[in-house]
């Protein structure tokens, strides 16, 4: 089982929304590559980054920010990216930089065209970040919520090729509510593919709840305020989740 820690970008910092709502952020340093470092020195194997301007504006807004943590940790561990990334020549200029993992999100609900054809031209690159709420995919940094079914938009990428899933309950993100086990997991069981769990993770509980499910298909978790608050001991639950599942 995979923690991941989040570093979301906002205006070059590294900050925490609540339910993905940019007037309700806490920022938690002004440096980002500093505290890309501070996570793979307490153990990290992967690091998701979030360009949240990018997401607002479809485009890439803080890639200089993105740049500096590629540079101070991408030959070391794996690092992921959503946030704004809407065309091929964005894809190929991060991973060029060192990026390992694209995320695609709303661009991949708007346009599945898009979505196949970067699937084709870098495969195993690239990871789709589905936002639901009530089992419907949320697009536009969740302000849009639309008819889609989770599940059977999750199929629908799985044939296209992509690496993994991250499924978020934006219900529950930045609110240290417990991550949807239930939902994460009936998402898992329909694919083939890993899910990535993200949203509302609070507790060292949620760790062991997750560990015993992840032959559901579940290969990891995206860990959010909780390890910046200090509600969850990132190191100490890595080291739990590796000492559950070997």
Request: charged letters at 25%; one cysteine or more.
């Amino acid at each position: 089982m995979l923690l991941i820690p989040a570093i979301d970008l906002k205006d070059g910092h590294c900050v925490r929304l609540q339910q993905g709502d940019m007037t309700l952020s806490t920022t938690f340093s002004e440096e980002p590559a500093v505290m890309a470092r501070s996570w793979v020195d307490k153990g990290a194997r992967r690091v998701h980054l979030v360009d949240l301007n990018g997401a607002f504006a479809g485009q890439p807004k803080n890639e200089a920010a993105i740049r500096k943590i590629l540079k101070n940790i991408g030959s070391e561990v794996d690092v992921q990216l959503g946030g704004g990334i809407r065309d091929l020549d964005t894809i190929e200029r991060y991973l060029d930089a060192g990026l390992r993992y694209v995320i695609i999100g709303t661009a991949a609900v708007r346009n599945p065209g898009f979505l196949q054809d970067a699937c084709t031209a870098f495969g195993g690159h690239i990871i789709v970040g589905l936002d639901a709420k009530d089992g419907k995919v949320a697009t536009d940094g969740w302000s849009k919520l639309t008819r889609h079914d989770v599940v059977d938009l999750g199929k629908k990428f799985e044939d296209f090729g992509v690496e993994s899933i991250i499924y978020t309950d934006i219900g529950r993100d930045g609110m240290l509510t417990g991550i949807n086990i239930e939902a994460t997991v009936r998402l898992a069981q329909a694919l083939t593919i890993p899910v990535i769990a993200s949203g509302g993770l609070s507790s060292m509980a949620d760790i062991e709840a997750l560990c015993a499910v992840e032959d559901a298909g579940i290969e990891g978790v995206i860990c959010g305020r909780a390890i910046y608050s200090g509600d969850l001991d990132f190191e100490a639950a890595q080291e739990r989740a590796d000492e559950l599942n070997g």
